[in-house]
């Protein structure tokens, strides 16, 4: 079973600033996703990836597979951006199973 | 219809009582998902459906049943329920099973007194 780490668990940043949020897990996968809540309940993808790098707007995820390891970064931040952050991977590796969820990083970007 | 829809979007109920969670989807997805979220536990998985006329178990399944009648619907049931169930409940789907990317429903913010 597949166990999923993010850091850091709060993080406060100013306006502008570049955030970068941590996630890592146990067991080799073929695909992590990262979701994003806000502040109202609503959960939304942002990404799933499987290797190297993704980019919308100014989120950009990446992933290194031999390392289990993924990043999710946001240049230029924004208040709007406050949200919590959350990857998420299957439960036994690979693409086996149900997905199983990081415990989140709540993020927020003061004016 | 647009996507996945909830109800109710919140609900006080009383300890003991039979609770039914409603979901549906109109994207033709194969997989639905229940999961509750609480504080500091993060979203954890109830039960799920490959398909319509199947389901299964997930993390926590104990005091929820799930049916699956046909591709659009996938009603969560709570027989008797506990304070314990006090949560918040997504429901989900996916085209398939498993990795794909999943579209969350806004939510049920249920409280078992």
């Known amino acids: 079973k597949n166990e999923v780490e993010q850091s850091p668990q709060n993080l406060t940043a100013q306006e502008g600033e570049f955030i970068t949020i941590n996630c890592s897990y146990s067991v080799g996968i073929s695909a992590l996703h990262w979701l994003q809540q806000h502040p109202g309940g609503g959960i939304v993808s942002l990404f799933m990836?499987?290797?190297g790098k993704k980019k919308h707007g100014r989120l950009i995820a990446t992933i290194n597979i031999q390392e289990k390891h993924s990043s999710l970064h946001i240049t230029a931040s924004h208040p709007r951006d406050s949200a919590v952050y959350i990857c998420?991977?299957?439960?036994?590796?690979?693409?086996?199973?149900?997905?199983?969820f990081g415990k989140g990083t709540k993020l927020s970007v003061k004016p | 219809i647009a996507g996945i829809t909830q109800a109710p979007t919140s609900q006080i109920l009383a300890a003991g009582r039979r609770m039914t969670l409603r979901c549906t989807q109109d994207?033709?997805?194969?997989?639905m998902y229940w999961y509750r979220q609480d504080l500091g536990l993060g979203l954890r998985l109830i039960h799920y459906s490959n398909t319509a006329g199947t389901t299964g178990k997930g993390e926590v399944p104990d005091g929820y049943s799930v049916s699956r009648a046909n591709t659009d619907d996938f009603p969560l049931t709570l027989a008797s329920a506990v304070p314990s169930q006090t949560s918040v409940y997504f429901c989900?789907?996916?085209?398939?099973?498993?990795?794909?990317?999943?579209?969350f429903g806004p939510g049920t913010r249920l409280t078992v007194l």
């Open positions: 990836l499987s290797s």
């Open positions: 989900a789907s996916s085209d398939s099973l498993g990795t794909d990317t999943q579209y």
């Open positions: 998420a991977v299957p439960n036994y590796g690979g693409s086996q199973g149900n997905l199983i």
């Open positions: 994207m033709r997805h194969n997989a």
